[in-house]
């Protein structure tokens, strides 16, 4: 948000306030145990990953970014952003 | 099993395919059973959280550096600062299940390990010689935020507190305008 979209920390605060209230609400209830276990098998999140993906595409937006903008920059940026993903291993299960 | 890094910019290495802005977010929010895996990019690369690893990614930044400005990196680094999400957050998820409290475990003391191991390492030997101004800055919360997991989105005026005491111990608030002022030097 701050390097690749140039938002302000204000700006920022603001959009994690909303993006955490809309995508951390738990997809199954406590009490269906077959379904989060269901979940824990299939490796399939406890939170809805569309929520997070519409979330993220609404700030890129509101940054004044097509919603399907690249990482990269199109010209060399003045601020570099890397991003690091968790460690990945190959999965099966899903595909 | 390695970390992945996408850039925003060009670099030497050999690149992940391009993707866009959102899938960079997703997946870099893959954390341990709270999203779908995802793929993203051209090829359709997969993405599963794997556990503990990179969750400190400053040395990984520093490579970067090397990378991009070479053997002079070393001298040309006058600021760099890294924050953390809050120290040992042993019961984040208060689940109870076993296997992912002992994850949340090794995933905070990887990242502390990594954050002192740096600083000792490495800090002392950034910055322009023979100044002796300090370079490494890591500021994190180190009390208040243990039981706070990445989800307790309506503990943030929990959050808000904890740091902003954090913020206003002695050291912290010497370190902060020390830190203001290396990066206030090099835009001049």
């Not at chain 2, 890094?5 to 059973?33: F, H, M, N, P």
């Not at chain 2, 040309?76 to 992912?100: D, N, Y």
């Not at chain 2, 905070?108 to 954050?115: D, N, S, V, Y």
């Amino acid at each position: 948000m701050l390097g690749r979209l140039k938002m302000d920390t204000e700006d920022c605060i603001t959009a994690y306030l909303q993006i955490s209230r809309d995508v951390f609400q738990p997809k199954k209830k406590r009490f269906d145990i077959l379904g989060r276990a269901s979940d824990a098998l299939k490796v399939r999140g406890r939170f809805d990953s569309e929520a997070l993906k519409k979330g993220i595409q609404k700030i890129v937006v509101q940054a004044g970014e097509d919603v399907d903008s690249k990482l990269k920059a199109e010209d060399e940026p003045r601020c570099r952003v890397l991003v690091p993903l968790p460690p990945f291993r190959r999965f099966s299960l899903t595909s | 099993m390695h970390t992945t890094l996408l850039r925003s910019y060009e670099s030497q290495k050999v690149q992940e395919d391009d993707c866009t802005i959102w899938e960079a977010g997703r997946a870099t929010s893959a954390a341990s059973s709270f999203f779908d895996p995802i793929k993203i990019g051209q090829f359709q690369k997969s993405f599963v959280d794997g556990g503990t690893g990179c969750n400190n990614p400053v040395e990984r930044v520093y490579e970067e550096a090397l990378d991009i400005w070479g053997p002079d990196a070393r001298q040309r680094i006058q600021c760099m600062v890294s924050i953390g999400t809050g120290q040992s957050m042993e019961r984040a998820f208060g689940t109870g299940v076993k296997e992912i409290a002992s994850t949340i475990i090794s995933i905070a003391t990887e990242t502390e390990q990594t954050a002192i191991r740096f600083a000792t390492l490495v800090a002392p030997i950034l910055g322009p010689s023979p100044s002796n101004n300090k370079v490494y800055y890591r500021f994190n919360v180190v009390k208040g935020l243990e039981e706070v997991g990445l989800e307790k989105y309506k503990d943030k005026a929990r959050i808000a507190a904890a740091t902003k005491v954090y913020l206003n111990h002695p050291d912290v608030l010497s370190n902060i305008s020390a830190c203001a002022q290396a990066m206030g030097s090099q835009c001049t």
